[in-house]
């Protein structure tokens, strides 16, 4: 099954607003946790990422907020403008070992002008 | 700085023939390095953990028979799609990091189109 899961694959927001863009995971052993900004035909940006030992982090306009015993994160993008149109991935990861980072389906963000 | 870059970044076979990749990381070692593909309508599914001085390991559903990976020093990865066919269309993504702890660098990904 998908161990890392975005449920919603799209997302409108009018300009000015907040963007609010969730992810679910299954892996008790995850705890490290990131959104990434991808626009077609490019690689994933990393735009900010949290380790388990904090339960939000900010920066600028991204906040991510992360409930472990929900295993639930997610990123709140203030003040939204057209430019943050693109897909956003969640994706986790266990630093434990040599860890690989999951990704999850995507969510197209729209903000309207 | 740390940087990824992918070689080629588009390329076309023909069904049934095979196609190498590669990924130079620059600016940092590439302690361990991950290839993924992101096929038609899909997300991006790892394909196997490269570790130096480990041994590869392969996802579910991923093979070394089918997608046979090098990665010989700290700067430099290489993966083959061997035998490519319609369903290996897709972009394929190289990212490396230092150690345990460091952040993933992504590269720019390969195009592979199967004719």
């Known amino acids: 099954g998908q161990q890392v899961k975005q449920s919603s694959p799209s997302l409108t927001v009018q300009e000015g607003g907040i963007s609010i863009l969730n992810c679910d995971y299954e892996n008790d052993m995850f705890d490290y946790f990131a959104w990434y900004k991808k626009y077609p035909d490019n690689s994933p940006t990393l735009l900010i990422s949290?380790?388990?030992?904090?339960d939000k982090r900010e920066d600028g306009r991204l906040t991510v907020f992360l409930n472990k015993s929900g295993k639930h994160f997610s990123l709140h993008i203030t003040a939204s403008q057209p430019e943050d149109t693109a897909v956003y991935l969640c994706a986790a990861g266990a630093s434990s070992g040599s860890w690989q980072l999951i990704f999850g389906s995507g969510t197209q963000l729209t903000v309207m002008p | 700085g740390a940087l990824v870059y992918q070689y080629p970044r588009r390329t076309i076979c023909k069904s049934g023939t095979s196609m190498r990749m590669e990924c130079q990381a620059v600016?940092?070692?590439?302690?361990?390095v991950a290839w993924y593909r992101q096929s038609p309508q899909k997300t991006f599914e790892l394909i196997a953990l490269?570790?130096?001085?480990?041994?590869?390991?392969?996802e579910q559903n991923f093979t070394q028979e089918k997608f046979p990976i090098s990665h010989p020093n700290l700067s430099f990865s290489s993966m083959t799609v061997l035998n490519a066919y319609l369903e290996d269309r897709g972009l394929y993504l190289c990212?490396?990091?230092?150690?345990?702890?460091?952040?993933?660098?992504f590269g720019p990904g390969t195009r592979l189109t199967v004719l």
């Open positions: 600016g940092f070692q590439a302690t361990s």
């Open positions: 490269s570790t130096v001085n480990s041994a590869i390991k392969y």
């Open positions: 990212g490396a990091r230092e150690g345990l702890g460091g952040r993933q660098y």
């Open positions: 949290v380790r388990s030992n904090v």
